[in-house]
């Protein structure tokens, strides 16, 4: 079984200084169609205007990713941590208990691009947490965030896996999960997965199901998740 959600079919904000698209309900934007896969509840696809962003605001239970596709984000926090994350690197912020902080647009003149995504821990009441790095692209599919933190990624409070997947001009490759439950976001590019043409903001969820890709021309880069079947939540 496979879930489509093409780009243009995301919800939608403006409000001047940032531009967001969402994959599911978010904010203002509700559809019981798309409330998220397993414990992946949000991303937000964010354009923010040279020097705006988000004023100090709170978030409790939720791991937060932030993947910056171009510009840079400065970042703050009510636990001391203060850091420019600029294109390619990622950072994994765990709520726990609450935490407030802010995100701006770095610079004064050029926007900023990035994804923000949302699991769901898998236990409520964590100590708040903070993590950054640069993650080179060592194969085809190369880990993020994961509950081990293998093969340097970044750590997940959940028994889940983020991957970049990067596939040059006609290359293929077959994706697999866990559990069966995986979903794959077009970052850019072009790819056919199982007869079905993506490109940039697309995204394809799989129940049961391998993802066989082969790239488009001009190649492609994509984020896979790796997800539980049933998400648990304890505490």
Request: hydrophobic residues 35%; charged residues 25%.
């Given at each position: 079984?496979?879930?489509?959600?093409?780009?243009?079919?995301?919800?939608?904000?403006?409000?001047?200084?940032l531009?967001?698209?969402?994959?599911?309900?978010?904010?203002?934007?509700y559809?019981?169609?798309?409330?998220?896969?397993?414990?992946?509840?949000?991303?937000?696809?964010?354009?923010?205007?040279?020097g705006?962003?988000f004023?100090?605001?709170?978030?409790?239970?939720?791991?937060?990713?932030?993947?910056?596709?171009?510009?840079?984000?400065?970042?703050?926090?009510?636990?001391?941590?203060?850091f420019?994350l600029p294109?390619?690197?990622?950072?994994?912020?765990?709520?726990?208990?609450?935490?407030?902080?802010?995100?701006?647009?770095?610079?004064?003149?050029?926007p900023?691009?990035?994804?923000?995504?949302w699991?769901?821990?898998?236990?409520?009441?964590?100590?708040?947490?903070y993590?950054q790095k640069?993650?080179?692209?060592?194969?085809?599919?190369?880990?993020?965030?994961?509950?081990?933190?293998?093969?340097?990624?970044l750590?997940?409070?959940?028994d889940?896996?983020?991957?970049?997947?990067?596939?040059?001009?006609?290359e293929?490759?077959?994706l697999?999960?866990?559990e069966g439950?995986g979903y794959l976001?077009?970052?850019?590019g072009?790819?056919?997965a199982?007869?079905?043409?993506?490109?940039?903001?697309?995204?394809?969820?799989?129940?049961?199901?391998?993802?066989?890709?082969?790239?488009?021309e001009?190649?492609?880069?994509?984020?896979?998740?790796?997800?539980?079947?049933?998400?648990?939540q304890?505490?």
């Amino acid at each position: 079984m496979l879930y489509l959600r093409h780009a243009e079919e995301r919800g939608k904000a403006d409000f001047g200084w940032l531009d967001s698209r969402h994959t599911f309900s978010f904010g203002h934007y509700y559809d019981p169609k798309h409330m998220g896969i397993s414990a992946l509840r949000v991303i937000n696809d964010d354009t923010v205007a040279p020097g705006a962003g988000f004023g100090t605001h709170g978030h409790r239970d939720m791991e937060i990713i932030s993947y910056v596709l171009s510009g840079a984000i400065a970042h703050k926090d009510s636990m001391g941590n203060e850091f420019v994350l600029p294109a390619g690197e990622v950072q994994r912020m765990t709520a726990g208990t609450g935490i407030t902080h802010s995100e701006y647009n770095h610079s004064k003149t050029e926007p900023l691009k990035f994804l923000q995504i949302w699991v769901i821990p898998n236990q409520r009441n964590l100590e708040p947490g903070y993590e950054q790095k640069a993650i080179p692209q060592s194969a085809k599919l190369t880990p993020l965030v994961t509950a081990d933190g293998r093969d340097g990624s970044l750590t997940l409070h959940q028994d889940a896996s983020l991957y970049r997947l990067q596939l040059k001009a006609g290359e293929s490759e077959t994706l697999t999960t866990t559990e069966g439950i995986g979903y794959l976001h077009i970052i850019d590019g072009a790819v056919e997965a199982n007869e079905q043409m993506l490109s940039d903001g697309d995204g394809l969820g799989t129940l049961d199901e391998p993802l066989r890709l082969r790239a488009g021309e001009g190649g492609v880069t994509a984020l896979w998740f790796d997800l539980p079947r049933k998400p648990e939540q304890r505490g």
